[in-house]
Structure formats: C-alpha cells, structure tokens
C-alpha cells in the first residue's frame, strides 16, 4: 500500500501481522517502487530489477535490468551508474487503537 507521511511518499506491507514502511524511493535513481512486485517481503524495483526486503530494506539483488528487458551480465555495472548497492529507507511503525504510525509520527 503507497500513502504520504509527512509529504514523503511511504510504501507500507504487513509481514507476519506485522506493518513495515519503506520509502517510496529505489535508492539507485529515487524512482517510485510503487509498481514494485511484492512477493514474499521482498520488492523489486520495476525500473532497474533490484531487490530489497522490505522488513529491514536490505539490498538483496542491486541493478540487472532496464523496465521489463534483462541484460546481459556485463552491462549491469554501466545501468548501476557507479553506485554501489545500498538498502531501502526504513521508517519505524507502531499500530495503536487501531490505526498505523509511521515515522516522526510515533
């Protein structure tokens, strides 16, 4: 589910009855996660292919492709643009009386 939290965009899963929030930001190039296929707690950026948990943000899989073409191997470096693999925003959560928390919220 994508909400706005403070005028941040904020993608929010629930894992295990638990919520977790990351920001709606790939950090390869800020692009939306929005159109992100969620499976298993993990997301994929629908623009360069990377992975993250979306529990702890965690990079699992950095740039390999460009939207909907995979790439050779080779070529992944030069789509990466130099950055290095680097996790998603997380944001602390609390659900109270019913409603979810989420950041500077708490």
């Not at 790939?26 to 939306?32: A, D, E, I, R, T």
């Not at 990079?59 to 080779?74: E, G, T």
């Amino acid at each position: 589910m994508a909400v706005e939290v403070a005028g941040e965009r904020v993608l929010l899963t629930r894992r295990e009855g638990r919520i977790y929030a990351v920001v709606n930001r790939c950090p390869h190039m800020g692009l939306k996660m929005t159109k992100g296929k969620l499976r298993e707690g993990v997301i994929e950026c629908p623009w360069h292919g990377s992975r993250f948990d979306m529990c702890t943000g965690a990079n699992l899989d950095w740039v390999h492709r460009l939207p909907f073409m995979p790439l050779p191997a080779w070529s992944h470096k030069l789509i990466a643009m130099g950055k290095k693999p680097a996790p998603l925003t997380t944001l602390p959560v609390q659900e109270r009386d019913g409603q979810v928390l989420v950041g500077a919220a708490i």
